[in-house]
């Protein structure tokens, strides 16, 4: 799901593989991506679920203003994963509602 060849960016070069933790499953992806990004190129298209109806939401905007791309990650609720690079080790997690912190889990 990756575009390796842009018609005007060119060829993808980066090479460096990191490994993230999606909901408790392994996945790869390159240093440097968005974490929207990584997880597109592994087929996942659903982010969170809203507070009220329960509903799906994935990436839209891409830039960082709409928060349909929210996650947890590192046990940190609302974070906007389409303007955050992946960092190798990185756990991130569906999140439901407006999320919670790992430590309140407890």
């Not at 390159?30 to 990436?59: C, H, S, W």
């Not at 994963?81 to 407006?98: H, N």
Request: one cysteine or more; aromatic letters at 8%; charged letters at 30%.
């Amino acid at each position: 799901m990756r575009i390796n060849n842009h018609p005007i960016l060119g060829d993808d070069e980066r090479r460096e593989i990191v490994t993230i933790t999606f909901d408790g499953q392994e996945i790869t992806a390159y240093k440097g991506e968005m974490i929207a990004a990584a997880l597109t190129a592994n087929g996942v298209y659903k982010f969170r679920y809203t507070d009220k109806q329960k509903k799906p939401r994935g990436i839209y905007c891409g830039i960082g203003r709409c928060t349909d791309c929210v996650m947890i990650v590192d046990g940190i609720p609302n974070v906007r994963t389409c303007v955050t690079e992946v960092r190798d080790g990185m756990k991130v997690e569906t999140q439901y509602g407006r999320g919670e912190w790992e430590n309140e889990k407890e």
